[in-house]
């Protein structure tokens, strides 16, 4: 059996983020419209990028997520009683803290 190998000569150690890992993050908020390019300028997030964000999200778990999420309370038959008292408390905005 022929084997063929791959010698590797050099190795370098990049440090920081690898911009394969974060471009099509970058991308997908360019294609939502939160993060604009400007040709030799770079990327600039969007006036009112915060609230479009929260939009997107939130008609996204609403058509996506809660249909799938409903239908899983039906099934087990809990009511709307049994889920508030259950309902994780809504975290703060971290102005009552005392770090």
Same mark, same amino acid.
């Given at each position: 059996? %022929?084997? *063929?190998? =791959?010698?590797?000569? %050099?190795?370098?150690?990049?440090?920081?983020? %690898?911009?394969?890992?974060?471009?099509?993050? =970058?991308?997908?908020?360019?294609? =939502?419209?939160?993060?604009? *390019?400007?040709?030799?300028?770079?990327?600039?997030?969007?006036?009112?990028?915060?609230?479009?964000?929260?939009?997107?999200?939130?008609? *996204?778990?609403?058509?996506?997520?809660?249909?799938?999420?409903?239908?899983?309370? /039906? /099934?087990?038959?809990?009511?709307?009683?049994?889920?508030? /008292?259950?309902?994780?408390? *809504?975290?703060?905005?971290? /102005?009552?803290?005392?770090?």
């Amino acid at each position: 059996m %022929n084997r *063929k190998y =791959i010698d590797f000569i %050099n190795m370098v150690h990049l440090r920081g983020p %690898n911009i394969w890992a974060y471009r099509p993050v =970058i991308e997908a908020l360019v294609d =939502i419209g939160v993060v604009e *390019k400007r040709r030799g300028l770079g990327m600039f997030v969007k006036t009112g990028a915060r609230e479009q964000l929260l939009a997107h999200e939130r008609e *996204k778990f609403l058509t996506e997520d809660w249909p799938r999420i409903a239908a899983q309370i /039906a /099934a087990l038959d809990l009511d709307l009683e049994t889920l508030i /008292a259950k309902s994780v408390p *809504k975290p703060s905005s971290g /102005a009552d803290r005392n770090d």
